[in-house]
């Protein structure tokens, strides 16, 4: 009988929980077959069977569990099954690392508004004195679209009325739609407040914001770069470069960072409790938004890559976050981070270090504004940088001369150009 048990899908990952199972006890299954999709810490993940057999489920799908805990096991024909494991009593979260916000332009996705998991709202009462059940979201929109939820069907579960039946119902017109609502606006239904649920990515990013600001002493530096040549430099490139024609400001901010963290190794770095660890590797982590969390794909030996690996790797990584289906390798190994709100016309601001790295990089948007040149103003175009700092691993001159560092190779791009090594 071979055992399946909780995979450590992350370097920080100390339980995990199975979202659902593809696959029920008594199936038959063979190696590579996906089993279960499992959420860590930072995403989730298909795991697979890693033998041929009879599938016997341990453990509930929704329950947590540690890490190298037995969920299944697989079994030759006739083999007795395992015992489900007795109910768990809800564990007090462990503390775990921060993570960034969002570090990608390409990253920013806009996404459909989701239906919440919460109880059914219990709406309109119609003349055979029934409740109605519909989520809250549903009764929301049917009161805003003028839809009368009483001559609905619903799809959800147990006939749960949901968005999707009263959108619908609005774009078939007539059919179920109450008389115009008054001049003053439709009659709310429905509490006042909906609490809708937090995800288990969601709680954990959360918590690793409050260790990160509560024990972490932070200290901010921010510069102000000339980006003409950079933004020359990137059109060019995308113009003029096979592989290139994706290039952003992003990944130029990536090159210029594992250059710098090359010459300032002490950036690279963490803080160890009693000691420092200086890393050899030059891993750069960068945030991609989704509609309920982040992940943070995290980009390997990025000083031994040049642009054009930079830019197509990178954008590899989002999509594979942006499907849901980043690697466990994805995500883990981060020595230091990105994030980029410039997308978002953001000019200027702090992110909250990631821990257990030293420092955390934070971009605005490359913006025209006029700037004094040999005593003339000229339009110009300037990118504001804020290098947030563990001052436990650096200090103010240890920043300074690091930021100063990528503010020089992204104000004159020759280097961010040359092959690595060059």
Not at 16 to 29: L, P
Not at 142 to 156: H, I, T
Request: proline content about 8%.
């Amino acid at each position: 009988m071979s055992d399946v048990n909780m995979p450590k899908l992350s370097d920080t990952m100390e339980e995990g929980t199975v979202i659902e199972w593809k696959k029920q006890t008594g199936d038959a299954v063979k190696k590579g077959d996906v089993l279960a999709e499992v959420e860590s810490d930072k995403a989730s993940f298909e795991l697979e069977a890693d033998a041929d057999g009879v599938l016997s489920i341990v453990v509930d799908a929704g329950t947590p569990v540690p890490v190298g805990d037995l969920i299944a096991n697989i079994g030759k024909e006739g083999e007795a099954p395992a015992q489900k494991a007795a109910p768990k009593a809800e564990a007090k979260p462990e503390p775990e690392t921060a993570r960034p916000e969002p570090a990608e332009p390409e990253s920013a996705v806009e996404e459909p508004e989701e239906e919440p998991q919460l109880p059914a709202a219990q709406v309109e009462t119609p003349s055979d004195g029934a409740r109605i059940k519909a989520s809250p979201i549903a009764a929301r929109l049917a009161a805003e679209m003028g839809v009368n939820l009483a001559q609905l069907k619903g799809s959800g579960p147990e006939g749960r009325i949901v968005k999707e039946d009263v959108l619908a119902a609005a774009k078939q017109g007539s059919a179920g739609r109450r008389p115009s609502a008054s001049p003053r606006g439709p009659a709310r239904t429905g509490p006042d407040v909906e609490h809708e649920e937090l995800t288990r990515i969601q709680t954990i990013v959360a918590r690793r914001m409050v260790e990160s600001k509560t024990t972490v002493p932070h200290f901010y530096l921010t510069t102000k770069v000339r980006m003409d040549e950079a933004v020359r430099v990137q059109k060019q490139l995308r113009e003029s470069v096979s592989g290139a024609e994706k290039l952003t400001i992003s990944d130029l901010v990536m090159r210029a960072c594992a250059i710098a963290l090359r010459r300032h190794p002490e950036v690279n770095a963490s803080w160890g409790g009693d000691h420092i660890e200086l890393k050899r590797r030059i891993n750069i982590g960068f945030a991609v938004a989704q509609p309920k969390g982040l992940v943070v794909p995290v980009l390997k030996d990025v000083d031994a890559k040049d642009l054009v690996q930079i830019s197509i790797e990178s954008r590899q990584l989002i999509e594979r976050a942006r499907a849901g289906k980043p690697s466990p390798q994805d995500l883990e190994g981060g020595t230091f981070s990105l994030s980029n709100l410039g997308m978002f016309g953001v000019t200027e601001f702090a992110a909250v270090v990631n821990v257990p790295e030293a420092a955390i990089l934070a971009v605005g948007v490359v913006a025209d504004e006029p700037v004094v040149e040999e005593g003339r103003v000229v339009p110009g175009k300037t990118m504001k940088m804020t290098l947030s700092v563990d001052h436990r691993v650096l200090y103010g001159a240890n920043g300074a001369q690091f930021l100063a560092e990528v503010k020089g190779l992204l104000e004159n791009p020759v280097s961010l150009v040359l092959p690595p090594g060059e």
